[in-house]
C-alpha cells in the first residue's frame, strides 16, 4: 500500500512563494507517475502538474505554467511542487497523486491516479 505525505502548504501574500512536499512510502517510487492536483472551495479538483518516472518529462496546467515547477527526487522518494508569484486564486487544497499504471504517461485526470495524499492547505492573500 502506498501512502502519501504533502507538507509545505501554509499562509503567504500574493507574489510570493511556496515549496510543496510530497513524501511517498510503501511502493517503488521511482515507478510511478506523480502528479499535484488542487482543489479551491466550490470548485472540482484540478490537475496542476505532472511528472514522468525519471523526472525527464513534465506537464503543467495552462493556469500554473511559467510559475510552478514540479521535480522529483527518487533517492527521497519524493516529490516537489515550487510555487512562485502566488495568487490568491491559488488558493486551494493541493494534493499529491501517484500513478503507478506502466506506461509511464502523466495524466491528466484524477481517475489516472491510483494513490493520494491528504492535502495541504495553501492561502494565498492580498
Known amino acids: 500500500q502506498v501512502q502519501l505525505v504533502e507538507s509545505g502548504g501554509g499562509l503567504v501574500q500574493a507574489g510570493g512563494s511556496l515549496r510543496l512536499s510530497c513524501a511517498a512510502s510503501g511502493g517503488i517510487f521511482s515507478k510511478y507517475v506523480m502528479g499535484w492536483f488542487r482543489q479551491a472551495p466550490g470548485k472540482e479538483r484540478e490537475f496542476v502538474a505532472g511528472?514522468?518516472?525519471?523526472?525527464?518529462?513534465?506537464y503543467y496546467s495552462d493556469s500554473v505554467k511559467g510559475r510552478f515547477t514540479i521535480s522529483r527526487d527518487n533517492a527521497k522518494n519524493t516529490v516537489y511542487l515550487q510555487m512562485n508569484t502566488l495568487t490568491p486564486e491559488d488558493t486551494a487544497v493541493y494534493y499529491c497523486?501517484?500513478?503507478?499504471?506502466?506506461?509511464?504517461?502523466?495524466?491528466?485526470?484524477?481517475?489516472?491516479?491510483?494513490?493520494w495524499g491528504q492535502g495541504t492547505q495553501v492561502t494565498v492573500y492580498s
Open positions: 511528472i514522468n518516472w525519471r523526472g525527464r518529462g513534465t
Open positions: 497523486a501517484a500513478d503507478p499504471g506502466p506506461l509511464g504517461i502523466i495524466g491528466r485526470r484524477g481517475s489516472e491516479y491510483e494513490y
